[in-house]
């Protein structure tokens, strides 16, 4: 019984490591624009819902500038620039706003994140995937 207790150790130890590995990958850069859509969570509430399109770019070694448009009527509206930090190691982003912060994983050609207020709420929900 022991035995397989550790079995089991070993195999989620490295089974971590792998999918650690895996999130590092080269297709994993955040660097491009994507396009995608903005749910908002909490409702009823002034959010809306948006298509949206990210322009991240490289702003230092660990920091980016993720330029934000909306599309509306057929015409993209500029949001504004937020400042953001990368982790290239685990492929996320975050981008502290002043009523809460942005989370964006990269995973190969989607961007998935997620904003949540100050006190927690989780607000919007994001997918985008990577243009070409």
């Known amino acids: ?3 397989g207790i550790i079995a089991l150790g ?8 792998a999918s650690a590995q895996l999130v590092a990958a080269p297709d ?5 624009t994507w396009r ?11 959010c809306k819902d948006e298509s949206v399109i990210y322009h991240i770019a ?24 937020l400042a953001c930090e990368l982790n290239a190691a685990r492929a996320f982003i975050t981008c ?8 964006f994983a ?8 997620q904003l949540r207020l100050r006190d927690g709420t989780w607000f919007r929900d994001v997918h985008a995937t990577r243009s070409r």
């Open 28 to 32: 994993a850069s955040p660097l491009g």
């Open 58 to 81: 490289l702003k230092g070694s660990d920091s980016l500038s993720v330029g934000a448009l909306k599309v509306v009527n057929g015409r993209e509206d500029d949001m504004g620039t």
């Open 36 to 46: 995608g859509t903005s749910r908002c969570v909490v409702r009823p509430s002034a």
């Open 106 to 113: 990269v995973r190969h050609d989607s961007l998935v994140g």
């Open 10 to 17: 070993l195999v989620l130890l490295f089974t971590r490591g």
């Open 96 to 103: 502290a706003i002043p009523n809460g912060k942005w989370r």
């Open 1 to 3: 019984m022991r035995l």
